[in-house]
T-cell receptor, first 115, second 114 residues
C-alpha cells in the first residue's frame, strides 16, 4: 500500500513553454501533497505544500506564479512549470500523506529538461 | 532557514564492512527519518525515529535519535552491493494547520565494492 505515482517520468520541453507534472496517490487518500526539487548531486528542497481544496503554501524563494500547484482531489496534485527556462531543469519529486498519518510517501520523480 | 549537517558526504567501503553516517541540526525536530535514494528514483523510507534517545533497527540498519532531538546516526552492518545509493537524513517539524514538513540533509553517497 501507500503508492505514489508521477507522470511523466521524464519530459523535455523548449524554453518558454509550460509543462505539467502529475502526482497521484494510488491506494490512499492524500490530504496533503508536497512538491520537492532536486538538482544533480544535491538534496531535496521543499517547494510547496498543498492541501486538497485549498491554495498551496510556497516555501520562501519559490515563485508561486511560476510553479502553479493544483490539488483538486484527494488523489491528484499537479505542478505546472510556466514559461520554463533551462535553469528550471531538475528532478521534481512529490510526496503525499494519508489522513491522520504523517509519514510522507514519495513518488518516483519526474526529470525535467528545458532546452 | 534550517539546515541539517550530514556527514560524511561520501563513503567507499568493501562489501561486508559496517558503515556509519550522522546528521546534526541547530533546530529541534519532533521526528527524525532516514531515507535511501537510488539514481533516478524517489527516496524510500528506511527508519523513522519518534522519541528522543530512541534506538531502532530495521534488519541490518540501526538508527538512533539524539537525546537533544538535534542529531541522529544511521549504521549499516555487513554491507552488500545493493546498499549502494544516497542516504538522506530528514527532520520533521510541525508547519501549521495539520501539516508537517521535512528538512533534508545533503546526503551521503555510499559505494560498496564487491
Amino acid at each position: 500500500g501507500a503508492v505514489v505515482s508521477q507522470h511523466p517520468s521524464w519530459v523535455i520541453c523548449k524554453s518558454g513553454t509550460s509543462v505539467k507534472i502529475e502526482c497521484r496517490s494510488l491506494d490512499f487518500q492524500a490530504t496533503t501533497m508536497f512538491w520537492y526539487r532536486q538538482f544533480p548531486k544535491q538534496s531535496l528542497m521543499l517547494m510547496a505544500t498543498s492541501n486538497e481544496g485549498s491554495k498551496a503554501t510556497y516555501e520562501q524563494g519559490v515563485e508561486k506564479d511560476k510553479f502553479l500547484i493544483n490539488h483538486a482531489s484527494l488523489t491528484l496534485s499537479t505542478l505546472t512549470v510556466t514559461s520554463a527556462h533551462p535553469e528550471d531543469s531538475s528532478f521534481y519529486i512529490c510526496s503525499a500523506t494519508d489522513r491522520g498519518i504523517y509519514e510522507q510517501y514519495f513518488g518516483p520523480g519526474t526529470r525535467l529538461t528545458v532546452t | 532557514g534550517q539546515q541539517l549537517n550530514q556527514s560524511p558526504q561520501s563513503m567507499f567501503i568493501q562489501e561486508g564492512e559496517d558503515v556509519s553516517m550522522n546528521c546534526t541540526s541547530s533546530s529541534i525536530f519532533n521526528t527524525w527519518l532516514w531515507y535511501k535514494q537510488d539514481p533516478g528514483e524517489g527516496p524510500v523510507l528506511l527508519i523513522a525515529l519518534y522519541k528522543a534517545g530512541e534506538l531502532t533497527s530495521n534488519g541490518r540498519l540501526t538508527a538512533q535519535f539524539g537525546i537533544t532531538r538535534k542529531d541522529s546516526f544511521l549504521n549499516i552492518s555487513a554491507s552488500i552491493p545493493s546498499d549502494v545509493g544516497i542516504y538522506f537524513c530528514a527532520g520533521q517539524q510541525y508547519s501549521g494547520g495539520s501539516n508537517y514538513k521535512l528538512t533534508f540533509g545533503k546526503g551521503t553517497l555510499l559505494t560498496v565494492n564487491p
